[in-house]
C-alpha cells in the first residue's frame, strides 16, 4: 500500500523543485507554528504542576485540619490548585499595594535590570492582560535610513526625547537613541502590534499598518 503513495508524491512534487520547495515550506511553517503555539502552554503545564507538588505537603495538613482528607471531591491535587491560585490572588493583591509595589520596584532597578527587554517585555504582556497601568509606550517614527518604529520612553529637555528602537525579529534587544522632538512621528500603532510585525520581518504586514502611520 505504501508504494502508489510513494508513487503519487514522486509524479506531484518530484518533476517540480519549485512546487517541493513550497510542499517543504508549508510543513517547515506548521511545525514552528505548532512549536511556538504548544510551548507556552506546556511551559505553563510544567510551572502549574511544579508548584501544586511543592504545595501538596500544606495541603494534606489543611485537608487533615478541616476533616476532608478522605473526602472524594477535595482531593489533594484539588485542594493544592485552589491553594495555588490563592496564594497566587495574595501576591497580587500585595504587589498593588504600598509595601510589595516598592518591593518590586527595588528589585526590577536593582535585580532585573541586568537582564535587556525586561522592563519592556514586562510592559508589553501588561497591556496583553488587561493591568497595564503607568508605562503605556507610544510607538513613533524615527528617521534612520527612512524611518523606523520605535518606543518613545522618555521626554527630556530642551525639546529631546529618548526613543527604543526594537530589533527584528528579535524585538526585545535593540538600541536606545536621543532625537529632536521635532523630528519624530507619531502613530496610532501599538507595542503589541510592533512586536507582531518584527518577529514576522514584517511580512503580511499592510493590514496592521494600514491607516496607521503617516509619513
Not at 84 to 106: H, N, P, S, T
Not at 172 to 187: C, H, V, Y
Amino acid at each position: 500500500m505504501s508504494r502508489p503513495s510513494v508513487g503519487f508524491f514522486y509524479l506531484s512534487f518530484g518533476k517540480d523543485p519549485k512546487a517541493m520547495k513550497h510542499f517543504l515550506n508549508i510543513i517547515s511553517a506548521l511545525i514552528k507554528g505548532g512549536i511556538f503555539f504548544l510551548l507556552p502552554i506546556i511551559l505553563l503545564i510544567v510551572l502549574l504542576e511544579r508548584a501544586i507538588h511543592l504545595i501538596q505537603p500544606l495541603s494534606h495538613q489543611i485537608q487533615s485540619f478541616l476533616g476532608i482528607e478522605n473526602n472524594r471531591f477535595f482531593t489533594p491535587f484539588l485542594v493544592s490548585l485552589l491553594l495555588v491560585l490563592f496564594i497566587c490572588l495574595i501576591a497580587g493583591y500585595i504587589a498593588q499595594r504600598g509595601l510589595g509595589k516598592r518591593m518590586i520596584e527595588w528589585i526590577e532597578d536593582h535585580i532585573l535590570v541586568l537582564f535587556p527587554g525586561y522592563k519592556l517585555m514586562k510592559t508589553t504582556f501588561e497591556q496583553r492582560a488587561g493591568i497595564a497601568q503607568n508605562h503605556n509606550f507610544p510607538v513613533v517614527l524615527v528617521p534612520i535610513d527612512g524611518w523606523m518604529m520605535a518606543f518613545l520612553v522618555e521626554e527630556l529637555e530642551d525639546e529631546k526625547v529618548l526613543v527604543f528602537v526594537p530589533g527584528s525579529p528579535e524585538t526585545w534587544s535593540g538600541n536606545l537613541i536621543i532625537f529632536d522632538k521635532t523630528k519624530i512621528k507619531k502613530t496610532d500603532l501599538t507595542q503589541h502590534e510592533v512586536h507582531k510585525i518584527g518577529r514576522s520581518l514584517g511580512i503580511s504586514s499592510f493590514e496592521t499598518l494600514k491607516g496607521k502611520i503617516k509619513i
